[in-house]
């Protein structure tokens, strides 16, 4: 969702291998469009999903 002035606002759940709900978060990036925001998104989410060694990882995005 962009608030208008270059800042976008992104959001992630974290689940466990089975589905059940392990954390959220949300944050904003300032990008210049959606495929931009949604790629720094990404970015933020593995650097912060990172230090889950040994896990099995499911990455959804929701860009259209």
């Known amino acids: 969702h962009c ?6 606002g992104l959001g992630w759940i974290v ?3 089975d ?3 392990l954390g959220a978060t949300t944050r ?3 990008a ?4 931009e ?3 720094l998104g990404l970015v933020v989410v593995l650097r912060s999903i990172s230090q889950q060694e ?3 990882i499911i990455i959804e ?4």
């Open 37 to 39: 925001a949604e790629d």
């Open 32 to 35: 210049r469009t959606d495929v």
């Open 15 to 17: 689940r466990k291998e």
């Open 61 to 64: 995005l929701d860009s259209q």
């Open 3 to 8: 608030n208008g002035d270059g800042h976008w």
């Open 54 to 56: 040994g896990r099995k």
């Open 28 to 30: 904003t990036v300032r």
């Open 19 to 21: 589905g059940s709900y």
